[in-house]
């Protein structure tokens, strides 16, 4: 079993930053992708950042200059800065991985909420 545990959430004002983090643990190989969701109330989950095993990475638009995305391939964790915060950055946010052969396999962790008050 893959089992993906995210931390870091939080309530924080606008302006302010916050650090998401996700572990992947078990029987888990050659991670490809990993990437991170956000999922808002009444709105489709959309991708937030992604970062490949060579390290390329993509943002949604909405986040470029603001968030950054880091993995650490030996701990096999994924983290996700987060800066200049906003409002409507307001979600929960959701880890996802792809590993295996082919990236065959998909894995989402439980989801951490982030708040921001204006």
């Known amino acids: 079993q893959v089992h993906l545990v995210e931390s870091g959430g939080g309530l924080v004002r606008a302006g302010g930053s916050l650090r998401l983090s996700c572990a992947a643990s078990?029987?888990?190989?050659?991670?490809?992708?990993m990437a991170w969701y956000r999922q808002a109330p009444g709105k489709q989950r959309e991708l937030v950042a992604a970062?490949?095993?060579?390290?390329?990475?993509n943002y949604a638009d909405s986040v470029k200059g603001r968030f950054t995305i880091s993995r650490d391939n030996a701990k096999n964790t994924v983290a996700l800065q987060m800066n200049s915060l906003k409002p409507e950055d307001t979600a929960i946010y959701y880890c996802?991985?792809?590993w295996g052969l082919g990236a065959s396999f998909t894995n989402w962790g439980q989801g951490t909420q982030v708040t921001v008050s204006s």
């Open positions: 078990g029987s888990i190989f050659r991670i490809n992708s």
């Open positions: 996802n991985v792809k």
């Open positions: 970062i490949s095993s060579a390290a390329s990475t």
